[in-house]
C-alpha cells in the first residue's frame, strides 16, 4: 500500500462518556426492546396465548441436534422405512398405481422402473430386513392392468343400463347425446 497509511480500526468513542458508540447503541437498543415488551404487556398482548401456564415440551430433556428434523418427520407424516420395507410396500400397492394411468406406455415405465429398483437393491448390500420382493413381469403386467381396466369399464356400463330412465327420454348413451358447449361467446350484430 505504499505511502498511505492503513484506516484507523480503534471504535468510535462517545466524548462525554468514554464507551465506544456501538456499545451506547446495543444498550439504547436493549432499552427500546424492554420498553417495547413492558408497554405490550401493560395493554394485555401477551394475556391467553396458547400454552401460557403449561410447561415449554421438550425442556429439560437431553440435548438431540436432531430435533427440528425429527419434528419435520412428525409433522409432516413423512416415512422413512428401509429399502426392503420400502420395496414390499410399493410392491403391495403396485396395482392401485398401475390402475390410476390410462395409457400402456405409463404402465409399462412404472413396471420397468418398479423393476430397476427392485434389482438396485438386490446388487446392494443393505442393513436391515430381507429383501424378498421380485420382479415383476411386465407383459404378465399389462395384460393384468389390461383385464382390471375391462372389468372396471363393464361394471360402469352395468350401472348406467341399471339406472331408471329418466323423464320419459330414451336410452340414449353418452356418444349419441350432442356434446354442450361450456363455453358460449355471445355474437352480437
Not at 492503513?6 to 436493549?30: N, W
Not at 361394471?155 to 323423464?167: F, K, L
Amino acid at each position: 500500500m505504499g505511502g498511505s497509511e492503513s484506516p484507523d480500526r480503534t471504535p468510535e468513542r462517545d466524548e462525554r462518556t468514554g464507551r465506544a458508540a456501538a456499545a451506547q447503541r446495543i444498550q439504547h437498543q436493549t432499552q427500546w426492546v424492554d420498553l417495547q415488551i413492558q408497554e405490550a404487556m401493560k395493554r394485555g398482548d401477551f394475556d391467553n396465548l396458547p400454552g401460557a401456564g403449561k410447561p415449554i415440551e421438550g425442556l429439560g430433556a437431553e440435548h438431540d441436534p436432531d430435533w427440528w428434523l425429527k419434528k419435520l418427520i412428525e409433522r409432516e407424516k413423512v416415512s422413512v422405512l428401509p429399502p426392503a420395507l420400502q420395496l414390499r410396500k410399493d410392491d403391495a400397492e403396485l396395482d392401485a398405481t398401475l390402475d390410476r394411468h390410462t395409457a400402456e406406455s405409463e404402465v409399462r415405465r412404472e413396471l420397468e422402473e418398479f423393476n430397476a429398483r427392485v434389482m438396485r437393491a438386490r446388487y446392494t448390500p443393505v442393513d436391515g430386513p430381507p429383501l424378498i420382493t421380485m420382479p415383476r413381469d411386465v407383459e404378465a403386467e399389462v395384460d393384468a392392468w389390461r383385464d382390471r381396466r375391462l372389468a372396471r369399464r363393464r361394471a360402469r356400463q352395468a350401472e348406467q343400463a341399471a339406472r331408471p330412465v329418466e323423464r320419459g327420454r330414451d336410452h340414449d348413451t353418452a356418444a349419441e347425446r350432442p356434446r354442450r358447449r361450456w363455453f358460449r361467446r355471445d355474437r352480437g350484430s
